[in-house]
């Protein structure tokens, strides 16, 4: 039987995911918790509820009807949910025509994850593109990683893992066999600071970072810039001069902060998120300078 992994999004046509045109398959579930996290659907391993109350129809009840343990409310053209009464059931979900209410996250085998992938075949050839595995966290879910990544090389595509690196460096040597790309997100170098905003050591993640570099595999390293977190001169010199002594790591992406995340995390769990902004442009222009000049190649991510 196949194995089940719980997957919260696939994207068809990515092409901000790794080279060419891609499928971006998203992992449900993270090991860390970052505050400013643009994908907070992607934290919990658990299947939850989104509420768009925009997206409501004023003169439908079809959810109402549906929700057998009363948890939904109407007001004017508004739908609310008592998340205290819901059961996850997914029945008013089914039933919304509007997506105002659905499920977030479910749960797929490899070969419905492969039936989706297939769809994008004839673009992965002619873009230099494949299949990436993001969340998340798609090392949280190792054993279904390891068998849709085998299944993508079985059919000849292109893989990468957009990974935070926190993982056993057992799972990380198993998955760097079988992945050609690995998108690495290094957010702190002070552990300390790594601990009290994230809520993890970042030891084993720089511990794998280099672990890859060892295998001698393909790595972008990926440096989320959000304003008061890490965009200040001392955290972008303790950057640079890790990823320097690392070695192996030649392309790096700055990924200025956006603010698309604060919208799902009210939708999904009802609780405003932690405010944060994007640096100055004129220090990621900085940024990107001070890094090539220490020979990285250097682009600027979405």
Same mark, same amino acid.
């Given at each position: 039987?196949?194995?089940? =992994?719980?997957? +919260?999004?696939?994207?068809?046509?990515?092409?901000?995911?790794?080279?060419?045109?891609?499928?971006?398959?998203?992992?449900?579930?993270?090991?860390?918790?970052?505050?400013?996290?643009?994908?907070?659907? =992607?934290?919990?391993?658990?299947?939850?509820?989104?509420?768009?109350a925009?997206?409501?129809?004023?003169?439908?009840?079809?959810?109402?009807?549906?929700?057998?343990?009363?948890?939904?409310?109407?007001?004017?053209?508004?739908?609310?949910?008592?998340?205290?009464?819901?059961?996850?059931?997914?029945?008013?979900?089914?039933?919304?025509?509007?997506?105002?209410?659905?499920?977030?996250?479910?749960?797929?085998?490899?070969?419905?994850?492969?039936?989706?992938?297939?769809k994008?075949?004839?673009?992965? =050839?002619?873009?230099?593109?494949?299949?990436?595995?993001?969340g =998340? &966290?798609?090392?949280?879910?190792?054993?279904?990683?390891?068998?849709?990544?085998?299944?993508?090389?079985?059919?000849?595509?292109?893989?990468?893992v957009?990974?935070?690196?926190?993982?056993?460096? &057992?799972?990380?040597?198993?998955?760097?066999?079988?992945?050609?790309?690995?998108?690495?997100?290094?957010?702190?170098?002070?552990?300390?600071?790594?601990?009290?905003?994230?809520?993890?050591?970042?030891?084993?993640?720089?511990?794998?970072?280099?672990g890859?570099?060892?295998?001698?595999?393909?790595?972008?390293?990926?440096?989320?810039?959000?304003?008061?977190?890490?965009?200040?001169?001392?955290?972008?010199?303790?950057?640079?001069?890790?990823?320097?002594?690392?070695?192996?790591?030649?392309?790096?992406?700055?990924?200025?902060?956006?603010?698309?995340?604060?919208g799902?995390?009210?939708?999904?769990?009802?609780?405003?998120?932690?405010?944060?902004?994007?640096?100055?442009?004129? +220090?990621?222009?900085?940024?990107?300078?001070?890094?090539?000049?220490?020979?990285? &190649?250097?682009?600027?991510?979405?």
């Open positions: 039987m196949s194995r089940l =992994g719980t997957v +919260f999004d696939i994207r068809r046509y990515s092409v901000h995911d790794g080279p060419g045109i891609r499928t971006t398959v998203f992992f449900k579930g993270c090991p860390l918790r970052c505050p400013w996290c643009h994908n907070p659907e =992607g934290l919990s391993q658990e299947i939850e509820i989104m509420v768009k925009g997206l409501c129809i004023a003169e439908c009840r079809e959810c109402l009807a549906a929700c057998r343990p009363k948890a939904l409310s109407k007001s004017m053209k508004s739908v609310r949910l008592n998340r205290a009464l819901c059961t996850l059931c997914g029945e008013c979900a089914e039933v919304c025509p509007t997506e105002a209410v659905r499920m977030v996250g479910r749960r797929m085998t490899v070969s419905e994850v492969m039936t989706e992938v297939e994008d075949r004839v673009f992965y =050839g002619q873009s230099g593109g494949g299949v990436t595995f993001s =998340g &966290e798609p090392l949280l879910q190792p054993q279904f990683l390891r068998e849709v990544l085998d299944a993508c090389r079985e059919r000849g595509f292109h893989t990468a957009d990974t935070c690196g926190f993982a056993s460096p &057992e799972i990380m040597a198993d998955i760097a066999r079988r992945a050609d790309l690995f998108l690495y997100d290094v957010k702190l170098i002070d552990d300390s600071r790594h601990r009290k905003i994230v809520g993890e050591s970042n030891g084993p993640i720089l511990d794998n970072l280099r890859l570099v060892r295998l001698g595999k393909d790595i972008m390293a990926r440096i989320p810039l959000v304003a008061g977190v890490n965009s200040d001169e001392a955290s972008l010199r303790e950057m640079a001069d890790f990823l320097e002594s690392v070695g192996g790591i030649r392309r790096i992406s700055l990924l200025p902060y956006h603010a698309l995340g604060k799902k995390s009210w939708r999904l769990h009802g609780k405003r998120p932690a405010v944060f902004q994007a640096p100055p442009e004129e +220090f990621v222009a900085a940024a990107r300078k001070e890094l090539e000049k220490r020979g990285f &190649e250097v682009v600027r991510g979405e």
